[in-house]
């Protein structure tokens, strides 16, 4: 029998069609009902253990768990019985009877499932008034994850996470019956690279993130959906961005990032590595106004200023030594419409054909068979549609060494992670014009002429496009710092200092025309692309 057959059954009286091997819990949750559930997780195997999602099924004499009971043909069930909402109440009192009630300083606050589902259902005169167990609290059990044993319910979705995700089963239920315990086992911590998934999946406050942790109430908290920079798999994410961000109490404007739901393409999970990646982005070193090398010192100047003094480079360049002497390097961090905009403002307007997105990355990195890549560039796929795969940057490089390249322009990489220093030195050190736009000061950037500021994938719209050909959007959850602007708007800028003709605005705009006159994105538009994204043809 096909997995896809399609089952008919009524849950409290709607009718409701789903796939054969639906769970009952997720049947109800295509109409919109909502079964209060704690040891289910639709990303692990469904255990049956914690009774919150119990529900009556016509004909069957005691209550049933939802999560693990697959609908069948002309099944009728209810979900708000008296009895159901006496069970909950029961399950709910039970899980009390020794979880502490430190929500005013419980990070989990605001987001915990026991706060929540006790709002609806509690009993709100409980009947338990022996002192509460004390257990193992405020415990490190990896670089990321603090443990409170306090406050665990025994869902066991953290533990079925290692042992089902990520297969390393650092995480076990230690004794048994009352005496039963979430903790590490003995001489090992929660250190894969995918830890920090166990936090988001815990329903109460009992895994908590060491780097989050008392840093911001969630309330506070906006959310954007996005797309992780950190490599090209492109795992879908929210930022979650401080709303009453304050710049006088030295806070971060992103507070942390978590994992959205793709079934294409990260499922439920993101790594630790994208996850705290975030700290980047306010990072002391972002560039935060357009600067100029003067002597040996950066002078920060107006855009008109900076934008001025690239085109006049640029257009004397051309004027004295042809469109030879000049080479771009494209970055596989801007998203396909910078991309495309750079190949327009360069290949297309100014005939120069020495582009080059490819810098190799000398570090050790590390990458799986699950999310993590070893090329840690979101967008490398789209550069390559793009064309802008040339000759080579170590060629590129050997030609500024020699004199041959008078114009150089850089955008975000830091050639150091791929070339030793002093050949990088060596080589822009013969080049007359270094223009640089990127986010953040490095070494590279320290070899420019001109240092254009731009805004990260936080602070921008666009799309990026996975290793898969998978193109999906990404959106402004902050603005950028001071007066960075984001590529596309400093690629606008140099085209009309250099008198070239206006260009569509926005990166909406951008995208559509990209649509029309690049055969992989053909019919492509943010609409088709949506929330979670849209294959290259
Ligand atoms: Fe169904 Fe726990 S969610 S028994």
Redesign the pocket.
Known sequence: MSQQEQVTLSIDGRTVRVPRGTSI?EAARTVGISIP????HPGLR?????????VEIEKMPKLQ????IAVSEGMAVRTESPEILRNRRAVLELLLLNHPLDCPVCDQAGECELQNYYMEHGAYDPRFNENKTKRKKVAPIGPHVMLDQERCIL?TRCVRFTQEITRTGELGVIERGHRSEIDILPGIELNNPYSGNVVDICPVGALTDRDFRFQCRVWFLGRTPSVCPGCSRGCNIEIHYNERFNPRYHDKRVHRLKPRYNKDVNGFWMCDEGRYAYHAIDAPNRLTSPEMLQGETWRAVTWDDAVRETAAALRETIERHGVAAIAVLASPQMTNEELFRLRQLYRDHLRIGDIEYRVPNRAQVYSDDFLITADKNPNSRGAEVLGLAGRGTAAILEDCAAGRIRFLHVCHHDLERGYETERIRAALGRVDFVLFQGSWDHPTAQLAHVRLPTAVYAEKQGTFTNLNGRVQRIHAAVPPPGEALPDLEVLDAIAAALGLPAAPASASEVFIEMAKTVEPFAGMTYGTVGSSGQNLR
């Open positions: 819990l559930h704690y040891c289910y469904a255990v049956g253990s914690c009774r919150m999602c119990l768990p939802s999560c693990a869902c």
